[in-house]
């Protein structure tokens, strides 16, 4: 079975950063996409950041030239640093793992992971 382990979340004041990671495990083989969804009070989980395989990244435009998602491959882990954080950047962060394959399995799968909290005081 797949799993993914968040760790980094906490309270910290606006204009500090933070780092999560996210590590999977449980026989991969490898992993299409990697990224941070979060989900504040009240409304939608939205997308944050992804990364591919190859290193393609993508950011939702709340967050660039603050957030930079990245990627250990050999390790299955990906990293968000949140740097210059805001009040409004408080929710909890999922971390995401696209086209998950397993060894000795057939096809492919999507999971998360069970979030982690990140508050922003002003």
């Known amino acids: 079975q797949v799993q993914l382990v968040e760790s980094g979340g906490g309270l910290v004041q606006a204009g500090r950063s933070l780092r999560l990671s996210c590590a999977a495990s449980g026989n991969i083989f490898s992993i299409n996409a990697m990224g941070w969804y979060r989900q504040a009070p009240g409304k939608q989980r939205e997308l944050v950041a992804s990364i591919t395989s190859g290193g393609r990244t993508n950011y939702a435009d709340s967050v660039k030239g603050r957030f930079t998602i990245s990627r250990d491959n050999a390790k299955n882990t990906v990293y968000l640093q949140m740097n210059s954080l805001k009040p409004e950047d408080t929710a909890v962060y999922y971390c995401?793992?696209?086209?998950?394959?397993?060894?000795?399995?057939w096809g492919y799968g999507d999971y998360w992971g069970q979030g982690t909290q990140v508050t922003v005081s002003s």
């Open positions: 995401n793992a696209e086209g998950v394959k397993q060894k000795y399995t």
